[in-house]
């Protein structure tokens, strides 16, 4: 009775003519023919083909948080997905952040209307048992053109501030491009910062999203072990690490935390979270790790949060300001990344590492050594290992046989969607990132 109950609920949410308006499309280097489609003929006749040979993907924070939460006075969560799922048809793969399904049935639809456009394959976390003390899941969704044929969700072990009640961690899907090329896909919300005025909150918050990436970048580790050696690893999200932006005019991002007592000996961990991000995630700079966005723009971490405009006089105004918070209008920060990894398999993760150095308070335990605790400034990340030819040029390349699975960073861009004609301006407080893949 429960489960047809939730049916019921997904149909009279369903928008029919939303629905109708989709078409299936399928992308030409997807070699797996659907059951439904391959068993009729008919349908066959009816599918298009997409006319592009590249793969389009989406990484998307959907600010789609389960009911009563809201910003202001409305979210306009339905209105934004259905102004979403109008743009299915540009991309072929999508991780998305926070679409979450507790108490309502925006990631059900989501999925309804992504198998009528073609991406008929999904994972997402898990729903939080009963005695897990988690009250909603985790909102991370992965999409598919392609066929998902391993999946598995990694729970972190904890959160605080009001994400101790949500079930985070990295959802990961193993795609299968065609029959000889494989991508092993990551998707992640980390810990939110949460600027409250006393340290220990703040403190709290660094320390928990820094475990939980440290967290993540050992299952990516496990997951990627017995990998194929041309296989594509690329792990997306939302991080939460603020990256250095060059907006000029844009409100500091640490001024939440200038003058509050106590909170200068920090200032310095937090202007270098990114750095630290970086460090782990290529293990200290034994795997090549590429940050997409960022290498595709000169070096420059892109604004994915809070961004700003001008008016005539030039001063700084939020480009949204009606679902984004208070607190946070003006940051410009890049909260959002696409990342290649390219494991270097002859450097294991607990390798003793040489020359150790001194890490601020809250980054001394940014080793992802974990067992010793142990850095080395010898081992450089690969943004600096490989210098600006690998940012701005290089195809991260995965060979298969005679062909080869790329990701072209240069069509790395942000994805902003914007809107007219309603009472938000754009379809997230996130802008999204998207980047091509090819095979060549």
Known sequence: MHGQRCVNIIISSMDYKLLQSLSYKQHPLNLTTPSGVKENPKVQDLVEILPRQHIKFLTYNMFMRP????????????????EFVKTLDDFDIICFQEVFSTMNTRQQRLITYAKKAGLIYHVVNPYPGLFSGYVVDGGLVILSRFPIIASEFEPYDYGVVSDALTCKGVLYAKILINDKHVLHLFNTHTQASYFHDDLETFVATFETRLMQIKHARRYVERKTEDMGENDLVIFSGDFNANGPT?????KNYIEHLQGRPNFDQFLHALETEYQTLIKIMSRSGRDELIDCSAAANNGICQVTFADITYDENGKPLPVESVITGEEDLLTCQCLDYIFVINPNKSKPLFAAPQNPTEENPLMQDANVDDPAKRDTDSQTSSEEKNGEDSNRD?????????????????????????IEGFPFT????????STEIEIV
């Open 246 to 250: 060059n907006k000029a005019g844009a």
């Open 426 to 433: 754009q379809l997230s407080d996130h802008f999204g990132i």
């Open 394 to 418: 290089k195809l991260i390349k995965a060979e298969k046989g005679d062909s080869k699975l790329i990701v072209n960073v240069k069509k790395t861009k942000v994805e902003k969607f914007f």
């Open 67 to 82: 009911p009563p939460v809201k910003t202001n006075a409305s979210d306009f969560k339905d209105a934004r997905l259905d």
